[in-house]
């Protein structure tokens, strides 16, 4: 079994909205956590970058990659899930522009999505797809992920049975980092471990 070092990505001058396929850059205080990222990892080996495609993340991973002098890959399908009419939005500017709604969101959360926004079903099919596709590259190279709060919040409740709670504590600084490993079962399907 092979492990995979999920990371999340540095903050944006977005932090604290709903930054879902918004594509802000790093801030001068993600660009310091990127600095203090790379000093936690100088003890891990690292063969091979994977990254989002959103700037906030591909800026987190290009600066992994050129500190261990690797190759760094971009995949879109690393994203966070879309949050429709809602991105860039606080949770006040949410409420104050449709309270019936934004309750109602928070009473079925996760299952209903944000208006125009990606459905959590097909956030995590897509996240456990590319989980699937990554688990094979961990068996060949040691690797660094570099995405988003939501996808290792999947990672955590899907492939661990970690609850909500749990993962949001787990995934809510900047540069949060989440050991996982990673195997394929004989049916395909993802089964994981959290170290």
Request: aromatic share 8%; hydrophobic share 40%; charged share 25%.
């Amino acid at each position: 079994m092979s492990g995979i070092l999920f990371i999340r990505h540095a903050e944006t001058d977005m932090a604290g909205t709903f930054c879902g396929h918004s594509d802000p850059e790093v801030n001068a205080r993600g660009r310091e956590q990127i600095s203090e990222l790379i000093n936690r990892l100088r003890e891990e080996s690292i063969e091979i970058v994977y990254t989002s495609d959103l700037r906030r993340a591909s800026s987190t991973a290009n600066a992994i990659a050129e500190a261990f002098g690797v190759e760094c890959h971009v995949r879109p399908t690393l994203r966070e899930i879309n949050f429709g009419t809602w991105e860039g939005l606080s949770w006040k500017e949410i409420e104050q522009r449709d309270a019936v709604y934004a309750r109602q969101w928070i009473a079925k959360h996760p299952m209903l999505a944000a208006p125009d926004g990606e459905a959590f079903r097909h956030f995590e099919q897509r996240v456990l797809n590319e989980v699937e596709f990554l688990s094979t590259k961990a068996a060949e190279q040691s690797i660094a992920v570099v995405t988003h709060a939501g996808v290792l919040r999947i990672v955590l409740c899907s492939l661990n049975n970690c609850n909500q709670a749990d993962a949001w504590r787990q995934t809510k600084t900047y540069c949060a980092i989440v050991r996982q490993s990673v195997a394929l079962s004989l049916r395909g399907q993802v089964i994981g471990a959290h170290l």
